[in-house]
């Protein structure tokens, strides 16, 4: 938009004040009221029964890094950070693969797509209890099968690896409709043309994927990368309670200080409104979170932006 | 044109802030509530049962309830989680608008106690609670008063699988009876080549709790935090070791098996329910589903839980919860709301509760009513369970610890399991466990 008051949609200052008035309405009282009123909470003795507030400054914070509560804080960090970007890398890849193929001119495509995106219209609570049941140690179809086939019985929720991996797993299924979407709609947007010029250049599968697609797709990867981030800190709770409540601990000696699976965003909550509900606490961890997040952001838009090739 | 429709998108916009508020019509039918001619008043009783038969019970009782006076209206209403009705109450009464009953979970009686909310029942009027059975009654028994009215009960039994049991060249009836009775029973049933020689409860701090107050040894200090506030815990005790060892043994021996999901409870009837258990620990609430789960199958036993080797039965710690009265009510509500929880657990209606549930009938009449009636010949496996309960032997061991950091307590105590379980040293295990939950402790009592 330029300042061109001929171009100008919106006559006056004014109006547009009014137009984006609802919005800012909503985000101040939904978005950065409860923000600045949490990071303000970081600063007290909070407790949620017992409705205490006393001004102790950055002792939370300390209890974060220093003291009996550090380690677990410190290995939920870090664990954070891993799920988020396994559940970024094999969720965009294999979505990016998929649509790929979904999206070929073959019989049944349409069905084939509608099954990818599937998994995504389900709450994750119902996904949560499927998966707990598919992969009950004992008495779960999985193992069933694998005995079976295998004679062998895996310990999905108890053996930190496999926990980690079943976690990541059902993240990354979650949200592969929602990628694939995103995909499929990008992969019809891209004109033929390049496609051709690089045939006739005789250009291959590969080379033309990688020079061609890739680039042209960096716009919705972009997009893909932050929502996919965001909803690997944040919209995993759900999954993660239902299925393995934040555990299992690590082996003796390396991250045994609180479950594998207890990202930050769950150990806000358990913090917060599991126990014996120490807000404050919570509200300095969850104040972590969002510099975290902040930092994130910050990197992609300054990196990624630059690379992005926003076609036409 | 264009203007035309900015303006008309204007005016739409303007006209939403009219209604942002949200509340003009609940605001316009609560005054008429308010201002409605108070021949009836409301007694609002919240709880935290999700299911359908159990908080039918409740409607139906404040039917019944309100049929026979007609000052007050009991009005039931279902408030999610224990935590959630707890947080709910609170918050509620913040804003002058608490509920008169409050359903609070055992483990949940100090935080409802120092949130300053409630009035202890015992002080609303005079009554009388020696019909209330003395262990579950003295859980709610705070500083000498009783504090709420003991509602749903219950407390973990073993269950055998008596299939394999004899397959493993027991008697059918045989029940260990302590620590090393499991591990020998689960040893000779494993090199009979029994499939599913383990025990199978969930890794749930409540379990911990039992064997501790089975030990007759307090949680925290402070005489369980009856004496005066607790400060400190327990968890690396001689008696908190004894448990610590058994669960290392079970693991290391192979003879433990969950689901590896913390206080996962229907994950672990399943496995037992599908007979890939031969001992199983869970609450006697469980005994009509489990029972039934199990028909058709194998043969189904109940019995005492095992206790460690050398103690002497001290009894278990009452689960579940009770009902609490709020403090910020005219006195003739309080009174009414005292008078709906002492009918709601009369003797007929424990009677019919338990029936229901499988949750005690928390009144001595009851018991005898259902003796009377010929219910535990019918259904002899329920009776195991009120024997332990009334075996059970009246101290702070048995009354159950109060801490504010109880629930943090369990969290705690189930990761430093699951440690032993993977193998990790017990008394390193337990003495982590002990710093991490007297540092919540201490953490929760500066709030005073």
């Not at chain 1, 976690?167 to 990008?186: D, E, P, Q, R, S």
Request: net charge negative; with cysteine.
């Amino acid at each position: 938009m330029s300042n061109n008051n001929d171009n100008a949609v919106f006559s006056g200052r004014w109006q547009i004040i009014a137009l984006l008035l609802p919005t800012i309405f909503i985000l101040v009282v939904f978005l950065y009221f409860p923000a600045w009123h949490s990071i303000l909470m970081s600063f007290f003795r909070n407790n949620l029964f017992l409705g205490t507030r006393n001004f102790i400054g950055f002792e939370n914070f300390k209890n974060l890094f220093i003291g009996p509560f550090a380690p677990a804080f410190i290995q939920s960090f870090f664990q954070t950070i891993v799920l988020g970007l396994l559940t970024v890398v094999i969720g965009l890849s294999l979505s990016l693969f998929l649509s790929y193929q979904a999206n070929k001119n073959i019989k049944g495509a349409k069905i084939y797509r509608m099954l990818l995106i599937w998994p995504f219209a389900m709450s994750p609570a119902v996904a949560g209890t499927i998966f707990l049941f598919i992969f009950n140690p004992e008495v779960g179809v999985m193992n069933n099968l694998l005995e079976y086939l295998f004679s062998v019985k895996p310990r999905w929720l108890d053996s930190p690896i496999l926990a980690l991996m079943l976690v990541t797993f059902a993240t990354v299924w979650k949200n592969l409709g929602y990628n694939i979407v995103f995909y499929l709609a990008a992969f019809q947007n891209i004109s033929t043309e390049p496609l051709e010029a690089a045939d006739i250049d005789g250009a291959g599968p590969f080379r033309k994927f990688f020079y061609i697609l890739l680039p042209l797709l960096s716009p919705t990867t972009f997009f893909l990368l932050f929502t996919n981030l965001s909803y690997a800190f944040f919209e995993t709770f759900g999954l993660i309670d239902i299925l393995t409540s934040g555990g299992p601990v690590g082996p003796p000696g390396i991250l045994d200080n609180t479950g594998i699976t207890t990202t930050l965003m769950y150990k806000v909550f358990s913090d917060g409104f599991g126990g014996s509900s120490n807000m404050g606490f919570a509200a300095a961890e969850g104040f972590i979170l969002l510099i975290m997040v902040g930092v994130f952001a910050y990197f992609q838009f300054r990196s990624m932006g630059k690379r992005v090739h926003y076609q036409g | 044109m264009k203007k035309l429709i900015y303006s008309l998108m204007f005016l739409l916009t303007l006209s939403t802030f009219a209604f942002a508020g949200g509340s003009q019509e609940s605001k316009s039918s609560e005054d008429t509530k308010v201002e409605a001619p108070k021949e009836v008043k409301e007694i609002y009783c919240w709880h935290a049962f999700s299911d359908a038969p159990r908080s039918k019970w409740i409607q139906d009782r404040a039917d019944e309830f309100n049929a026979t006076q007609s000052d007050f209206k009991v009005v039931v209403e279902a408030k999610g989680s224990y935590r959630d009705t707890l947080q709910a109450a609170v918050l509620a009464d913040k804003q002058g608008a608490a509920p008169h009953i409050v359903q609070v979970f055992e483990v949940g009686s100090q935080l409802a106690f120092d949130t300053g909310i409630f009035k202890p029942i015992g002080e609303i009027g005079s009554f009388d609670t020696d019909d209330y059975i003395q262990p579950v009654l003295n859980y709610y028994t705070l500083n000498g008063k009783v504090n709420s009215i003991p509602f749903n009960s219950s407390s973990p039994i073993l269950y055998i699988n008596k299939d394999k049991l004899v397959e493993a060249g027991y008697d059918a009836d045989y029940v260990p009876e302590t620590f090393s009775d499991v591990i020998e029973l689960l040893e000779t049933a494993k090199s009979k080549g029994v499939e599913g020689a383990k025990f199978s409860f969930c890794l749930h701090g409540w379990y911990f709790e039992q064997w501790m107050s089975e030990q007759g040894a307090e949680m925290v200090n402070n005489g369980n935090g009856r004496d005066a506030r607790a400060t400190e815990t327990m968890l690396n005790s001689p008696a908190a070791m004894k448990i610590g060892e058994f669960v290392s043994e079970l693991a290391s021996k192979d003879l433990y098996t969950y689901t590896g999901k913390f206080e996962d409870w229907d994950g672990n009837d399943a496995i037992f329910a599908e007979g890939k258990a031969l001992l199983h620990m869970t609450s006697t609430a469980d005994l009509g589903n489990i029972a039934a789960a199990c028909e058709g199958k194998f043969d189904m036993g109940v019995g005492f839980i095992p206790i460690p080797d050398g103690s002497e039965r001290n009894g278990t710690v009452i689960g579940g919860a009770s009902v609490w009265i709020a403090k910020n009510h005219p006195a003739d509500e309080l009174e009414a709301a005292r008078d709906f929880v002492l009918y709601m657990t009369n003797t007929e209606n424990m009677v019919s509760w338990h029936k229901l549930t499988g949750y005690y009938p928390v009144r001595n009449s009851s018991v005898e009513a259902l003796k009377e009636e010929g219910w535990f010949d019918t259904d002899a496996k329920q009776l195991v369970a009120f024997n332990q309960l009334l075996s059970t032997k009246i101290n702070k061991a048995t009354a159950g610890a109060v801490a504010g950091t109880l629930l943090d307590n369990r969290t705690i105590i189930e990761e430093a399991l699951q440690k032993i379980i993977q193998g990790a040293d017990v008394k390193a295990s337990l003495d982590e466990a002990k710093e991490i939950s007297d540092a919540k402790l201490d953490e929760y009592n500066a709030n005073f």
